[in-house]
């Protein structure tokens, strides 16, 4: 059945717009529908930039699993820009916080605990995925991990990554994929908290 149905025999004939739009009916239940599906999603950062937009996402490129794209910077520090466009360079101003500072933003601005949630998390963000090298530290995605005592999806290395096309709208329609600057498709690396280093 379609989703839209005529409340009209067929040997009537031919109706004017005005009768037929009196005579169809609109199915809710049409038996090719597919299950309704609700998103979680919001933007992290104020920016101009749409097709640059970080933010959260309930189900990351379809795996049914939430994500976050954020900015991340060489030090380990996430970063969110509260003014300007970061492409543009520009008067650009950012906050700059460690997973942990992180972790608390998202509960106090976004009312987000990521504790809360044991699926993994997907986590976008440049210099994340690995810490500097011979620096001694934790990597950004291994510390949230940690503080959040859940499984991190972590992209890349200690390098810069992003999205082909870029922004949340692209995430949560399935149509992109995670690249490093040089247009390598990085696939998805599972980091698994560490009890030792819970600081919550």
Not at 156 to 174: A, D, Q, S, T
Request: proline share 4%; aromatic share 10%.
């Amino acid at each position: 059945m379609s989703f839209f149905k005529k409340n009209v025999s067929q040997h009537q004939g031919n109706l004017n717009l005005v009768d037929l739009k009196k005579n169809l009916q609109i199915n809710l239940n049409p038996d090719n529908a597919k299950p309704v599906v609700h998103y979680k999603s919001f933007f992290i950062e104020v920016n101009k930039c749409f097709k640059d937009s970080h933010g959260y996402v309930s189900d990351f490129l379809g795996t049914g699993e939430p994500g976050i794209m954020v900015h991340g910077s060489m030090d380990g520090r996430l970063k969110i820009v509260t003014e300007g466009v970061r492409k543009v360079g520009s008067g650009v101003r950012s906050t700059h916080l460690t997973p942990r500072e992180f972790y608390y933003y998202l509960i106090r601005r976004h009312s987000l605990d990521l504790a809360k949630d044991k699926r993994p998390l997907h986590l976008v963000a440049c210099y994340s995925g690995a810490a500097e090298p011979a620096s001694g530290k934790l990597s950004a995605a291994q510390e949230l991990a940690n503080i959040t005592q859940r499984k991190i999806w972590a992209y890349g290395e200690y390098e810069e990554v992003r999205f082909v096309l870029g922004g949340l709208p692209h995430i949560i329609n399935k149509v992109d994929v995670v690249r490093n600057v040089k247009g390598k498709h990085l696939k998805a690396k599972l980091i698994e908290p560490d009890r030792r280093y819970y600081l919550r």
